[in-house]
């Protein structure tokens, strides 16, 4: 008999990995409510789990789909994208230190500078553009995770990550990436050498904003690892049922949903790069875009559904396009079906870097000419 390739990530989405409910047969696994689990009179756990804040049989199938995709020992699903990435830096010691970068998803570093810095954790910080100044903050034997995102929010910037990985690796620290909007179809962060990657499932792993939710892949359930688990078991972020459960349907789309969102994106960014009425467009698929070499040797397929314009003017001429829209939705969050608009620097408040003029856009899988049609007139 031929040996059969190994299925391709489109596949096993569409699928859920081709599992059949053995009880029943069903193509579509069930729904588990249950919190706790019954012992036989031996006491033993008599289907192997205990109690629903460690182990949730709803959220095994999505954690194994999302294992396999990113090529990972296994998943582990959270309440949500900041329980899972601040579930990482919990499960070090006070007075271990961390670098992440200057350019990342913002309520993580307010959460990393006013939390983890006063519980003791040491926090540098780096370019994720340029690595040398990650080789500069490293503490060889004390840094204990390197951070990147990538494409990172809201400027899309991108970071080298098998680069970050050698480094990281180099100083005795694991490399963690936020790889909410490259998503597996794009990228796959551990054949670059990542230990951890972390993806607000609330984006478009589920992809119909109506699930908050988190994941890790783990690429080895090594010391660090397992004590993320138990950060999630003690804190008991874990991911309702419910929500798992809804996060495999919405992931089965995935492929389909990324694949149309990125080619929107690249020919919106092709579209306004240039225009006289924009200042610029940031999009790692752009040619003349600094991350686009590193873009294109780390995502294929596509360079994600995420961009941002910058209209000149300061704050007062991006409010005026954002008034202007109609089929873009004044809102925040990312990753959904539908294509939203947000002025970020007011989103991210008074600590934010971001510049005033900067309009961040979620591209959604909408007919591209109505998207580039309500860009244009909102344009002037
Ligand atoms: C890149 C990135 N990482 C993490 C998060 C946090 O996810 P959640 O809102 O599900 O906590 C977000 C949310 O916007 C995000 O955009």
Redesign the pocket.
Known sequence: MRNRPELRSATLLAQALGEIDAQTGALVPPLHTATTFARDTDYKPMGGRVYARDEMPSLEPPERLLARLEGAERALLFS????A?TAVFQALAPGDHVAVPRVM?Y??KNWLHGFARPWGLEIGEFDGTDLATLEAVLRPGKTKIVWI?TPA?PTWAVTDIAAAASLAHRAGAQLGV?S??ATPIHTRPIEFGADIV?H????YLNGHSDV???ALALARMDALAERIKYVRYAGGAILGPFEGWLLLRGMRTLALRVERASATALAIAERFAGDRRVLSVLYPGLPGDPGHAVARKQMQGGFGGMLSIRVGGGETAAARVTAQVEVFKRA???GGVESLIEHRRLVEGPSSATPADLLRLSVGIEDPADLIADLDIALG
């Open positions: 949500s994208g900041i329980a990435a998803y309520a993580l995102e929010n936020d909410t909007c972390m607000a499932a609330t984006k908050l939710g988190g925040t969050s990312l």
